[in-house]
């Protein structure tokens, strides 16, 4: 389990990395809080942050239950998988958002696995 607490944390901290870059792109752009619109530059950064984390809701629980479930060290693999996809998506959406597609789609499939992993898991072990 201390494998998924490090891609827990390794997560967070992406997240937060992608918060600082907002912030940084709010003053390049002088774009003041409460404001959420300015130049596309600002507009891109913001996305890239919000939509992880909304992509973090489902992966975090996901990637616990098929830990508990299934296997902790599998559930790490695929945590990171989503963390490059995300910086992959990242890059894209910063250099044209047409283009991220191949990288969102990536980790929408890791959360599928692990989330239904887990479900399956979870039936499994209510099962016996």
């Not at 239950?65 to 902790?72: A, L, S």
């Not at 894209?92 to 898991?121: C, E, M, N, T």
């Amino acid at each position: 389990m201390e494998a998924l607490a490090i891609v827990t944390s390794l997560a967070l901290m992406q997240a937060v990395y992608f918060a600082l870059q907002v912030g940084g792109a709010r003053q390049k752009h002088g774009v003041s809080a409460p404001k959420s619109s300015g130049s596309d530059e600002f507009e891109r950064h913001n996305r890239v942050h919000l939509n992880t984390l909304e992509q973090l809701i489902v992966l975090l629980p996901a990637m616990w239950m098929f830990g508990y479930f299934i296997n902790p060290h599998w559930a790490a693999g695929l945590g990171l998988g989503f963390i490059l996809s995300r910086l992959m998506y990242r890059r894209a959406y910063l250099k044209d958002p047409a283009s991220r597609g191949k990288a969102f789609g990536a980790g929408f499939v890791i959360q599928a696995i692990l989330l239904l992993g887990s479900v399956a898991g979870a039936v499994m072990s209510w099962m016996r």
